[in-house]
């Protein structure tokens, strides 16, 4: 079964650092990965999503890249901010499964220090 | 919220009650799940549907029941048989089944259970 892992736990940066977010995954047969993001007691907010075929996707300061090969993905935040301050999570579709086939990791949970 | 809309917010509920979470969409998607959060935990799936009246248990569905009566709607009832039912339920919706490789989740804001 697919496991997703993410490293590290925990982050703070002072503002304005760049930083890098990492997600590890077992199996490389996925469909997609994909990058949220969630405030204390929220739900999650997608951020990016890349498909298996591409190999990075850019949203403003956010940077996702996806090396299937070596079962690992990174998100990239240029110039952060304080208001980037929330828990991150990276999930996986795994094309052995259905719906039950999407794993996600534990999550990175980031402070951004004024 | 994305157009999910997940009630209460907040539940309390004693041992031996069932309660029930809503979860309604106007996404006019045709797959939805409910997740299960725990502190320092990934996102467990409970059940999920991608059509009406069709549903199917994911890991974690024991002590749980759900139904799939309209498109828009997807409750969970977290019965008396679950014996750690404290928790944070997370809904979510997909425009088609996960095996389409473009499909990207849309989540509620969720429903915190805590059992007295």
């Known amino acids: 079964k697919q496991e997703v892992t993410q490293i590290p736990a925990a982050l703070s940066v002072p503002e304005g650092e760049n930083l890098v977010l990492n997600c590890s995954f077992t199996d490389s047969a996925i469909y997609n990965l994909q990058w949220f993001r969630q405030d204390p007691g929220k739900g999650l907010t997608s951020l990016l999503l890349?498909?298996?075929?591409?190999r990075e996707q850019t949203s403003g300061r956010l940077n996702a890249s996806l090396d299937k090969s070596s079962g690992r993905s990174t998100l990239y935040i240029a110039a952060s901010q304080p208001g980037d301050s929330a828990t991150y999570l990276c999930a996986v579709t795994y094309s052995g499964g259905g719906a039950d086939g999407l794993t996600f990791g534990k999550g990175t949970h980031l402070i951004i220090q004024p | 919220d994305g157009g999910i809309t997940q009630s209460p917010k907040y539940l309390f509920r004693k041992e031996g009650q069932n309660v029930t979470l809503s979860c309604e969409q106007n996404?006019?998607?045709?797959?939805m799940y409910w997740y299960r959060q725990d502190p320092g935990q990934g996102l467990r799936l409970i059940y999920y549907?991608?059509?009406?009246?069709?549903?199917q248990k994911g890991d974690i569905a024991e002590g749980y029941s759900v139904s799939r009566e309209k498109k828009e709607s997807f409750p969970l009832t977290v019965t008396s048989a679950q014996k750690n039912p404290t928790a944070f339920y997370l809904c979510?919706?997909?425009?088609?089944?996960?095996?389409?490789?473009?499909?990207?989740?849309?989540f509620g804001a969720g429903s915190r259970l805590t059992v007295l």
């Open positions: 979510a919706t997909t425009r088609g089944p996960y095996a389409s490789g473009a499909n990207v989740l849309t």
């Open positions: 549907s991608q059509i009406v009246n069709d549903f």
């Open positions: 890349i498909q298996s075929s591409q």
């Open positions: 996404l006019n998607h045709d797959a």
